[in-house]
Structure formats: structure tokens, C-alpha cells
């Protein structure tokens, strides 16, 4: 997966394991993109089709809960639900319309062996200012967050790690290692 290699997930993971956020509690947000949308290319046509093997459910979701997994555990309980929006998405380059047999929108509700909830969503056909990934976790004693302003979701591009450690780690309050490069 392309998710847990990223440098800002392992320093987060460190976060988390020296307590850097206390106990982590909840997971909320997820990953938007632009693909699986209403409209695609008849050249990206076969990603509509489960035999590729390269869709939201299998591509953006499946990198999205390894790094859920990665911080916070292995998912012990899941509840999820999977929909297809936009079934006939349109051809932009030939007038045509395609035939979606696969997600473009997945909502998980899961618990991690850490005890952590996940509230997970990963929505297909988002506007391109709007398309982020967000991966915010609160723990008892602070917070972190993981975001990414790529176009084409988490594997898309570089992640930025934000925490409130980070205030705590100027007092003194925890190890400082976990944010040394």
C-alpha cells in the first residue's frame, strides 16, 4: 500500500505510540477525489469495471483504512456501506456515457485493536478545489491530523502531518524524537 511509507504517517505513528495524543479515541473525515465522478474519459472506461481491479473500493478506500491501520491497529469490527452515484457517467472526449459497476462512494464505521473508532467516507466526483484527504484523530490528551490536496486522493500525493504534540513537545511534555527527521 502506498499510505504507511509516507514520512508524515510514520512520524505520526510515533506520535501516537509515545502518547504524544493520550489514548486514540476517534477518527473522523476521509478522502475526496475527482474521479468516479459524472463524467470520466473512455480512456480511464475500464476503471468502471470490477475485472480491473482498479477502482474507489479496491485503489482510494483500501489505501485510505491502511492507514487507518497503520496508526491505529488492525480493524477488528466493520460496518460499511458501499453506493454507486453515478451509474452512466458521461464520456467528456467522445459524447458518450459509460456503465459504472463499481462504487464511487464508501462510508466505513470500524474499531481498531486500539480501541479507536473510525468514521471513514471516500467520495468519488468532488469538485477539484474541494477534492482533499483529511485524517483527523483525537486522542484524550490532543490531536492530529494528516491532510493532502491531491486531485486524485491519497496515493495521489504528499501528506502533511499537523498535531497538538507538537505544542507539547516545545514544554518538554513527551519524547521530542518523534519529531526529529
Known amino acids: 500500500m502506498q499510505g504507511w511509507p509516507d514520512p508524515s504517517v510514520r512520524r505520526a505513528a510515533q506520535v501516537i505510540a509515545e502518547g504524544g495524543i493520550g489514548r486514540p ?3 473522523p473525515d476521509g478522502g475526496h477525489l475527482v474521479g468516479f465522478g459524472p463524467v470520466t474519459a473512455s480512456s480511464y472506461e475500464y476503471f468502471e469495471m470490477p475485472a480491473s481491479g482498479a477502482n474507489l473500493l479496491t ?10 491501520e497503520a496508526l491505529l491497529g488492525d480493524i477488528t469490527e466493520v460496518d460499511a456501506r458501499a453506493e454507486t452515484l453515478w451509474p452512466y457517467p458521461a464520456l467528456a472526449d467522445t459524447g458518450g456515457k459509460a456503465t459504472r459497476e463499481v462504487p464511487d462512494h464508501v462510508d466505513v464505521l470500524a474499531r ?10 471516500v467520495l468519488g466526483g468532488i469538485a477539484p478545489e ?12 490532543g490531536w492530529l491530523t494528516l491532510t493532502d490536496g491531491s486531485l486524485f486522493g491519497v ?16 514544554s518538554g511534555a513527551w519524547n521530542r524524537t518523534a519529531w526529529e527527521s
Do not use: E, M, W
Not at 59 to 66: E, G, V
Not at 112 to 121: F, I, L, N, Y
Open 130 to 141: 474541494d477534492a482533499t484527504f483529511r485524517f483527523g484523530l483525537r486522542g484524550t490528551d
Open 112 to 121: 481498531t485493536t486500539s480501541g479507536a473508532v473510525v468514521a471513514a467516507d
Open 155 to 170: 496515493q495521489g500525493g504528499n501528506l502533511t502531518l499537523t498535531s497538538s504534540a507538537q505544542d507539547r513537545r516545545a
Open 25 to 27: 479515541l476517534k477518527r
Open 59 to 68: 485503489i482510494t478506500s483500501a489505501h485510505t483504512l491502511d492507514i487507518v
